[in-house]
């Protein structure tokens, strides 16, 4: 397994951007598709996008789709969500996992979980 580690989160208006960064610990991380997802309060945690092994495949949901880019650095063993025209129901805690296959929508296939960075959009 992998240890992830996210960052970036923050306040910011609606309109604007933030990117998060997930850095993995360990020697295997190109071994793994990464996933971000989030969770608002009350709300069950969703899936957001998710990226294979390589980079060569990225999948995202309907909600983000043209706003948020997922993308990986597997030598700095980070994974990135950039996250640009964010709206207020982007407000949610966002969490980086890892998982041994490219499932992106499958919570229970992601053996790795971060502590999640907070991210608050104001109207």
């Known amino acids: 397994q992998v240890q992830l580690v996210e960052s970036g989160g923050g306040l910011v208006q609606a309109g604007g951007s933030l990117r998060l960064s997930c850095l993995a610990s360990?020697?295997?991380?190109?071994?793994?598709?990464m996933g971000w997802f989030r969770q608002a309060p009350g709300k069950e945690r969703e899936f957001v996008a998710a990226?294979?092994?390589?980079?060569?495949?990225?999948v995202y949901v309907d909600s983000v789709k043209g706003r948020f880019t997922i993308a990986r650095d597997n030598a700095k063993n980070t994974v990135y969500l950039q996250m640009n025209s964010l709206k207020p129901e982007d407000t949610a805690v966002y969490y980086c996992?890892?998982?041994?296959?490219?499932?992106?929508?499958?919570?229970?296939?992601?053996?790795?979980w971060g502590q999640g960075t907070q991210v608050t959009v104001s109207s």
């Open positions: 996992a890892a998982a041994l296959k490219f499932v992106p929508y499958s919570k229970d296939d992601y053996t790795s």
């Open positions: 360990g020697r295997t991380f190109s071994s793994y598709a």
């Open positions: 990226i294979s092994w390589e980079g060569g495949r990225a």
